[in-house]
């Protein structure tokens, strides 16, 4: 699990514009992504945030975790 933690934050940049990365997510976007769509998803498992809303709520986009 380690190496796809690893690998996440290292490439996670590549993926485009409004992506965050531990520890440096805003509290008031992951906890917006995990109301929205981070069903059973736990606060300390998330690695990275990509924010696809237009006004940078993160009501709508991606949680990467190394399990989900």
């Known amino acids: ?13 590549d993926v485009g ?4 990365i531990v ?3 805003p509290e008031k976007k992951l906890n917006n992504a995990l ?11 998330v690695l990275a945030l ?4 237009l006004f940078g709520s993160a009501s709508d986009g991606m949680l990467f975790t190394g399990e989900k």
């Open 1 to 13: 699990m380690a190496n796809i933690n690893l690998f996440i934050k290292e490439n996670i940049k």
């Open 17 to 20: 514009r409004d992506i965050y």
């Open 23 to 25: 520890p440096d997510i």
């Open 35 to 45: 109301k929205s769509y981070g069903d059973n998803v736990s606060y300390e498992s």
């Open 50 to 53: 990509y924010d696809d809303t």
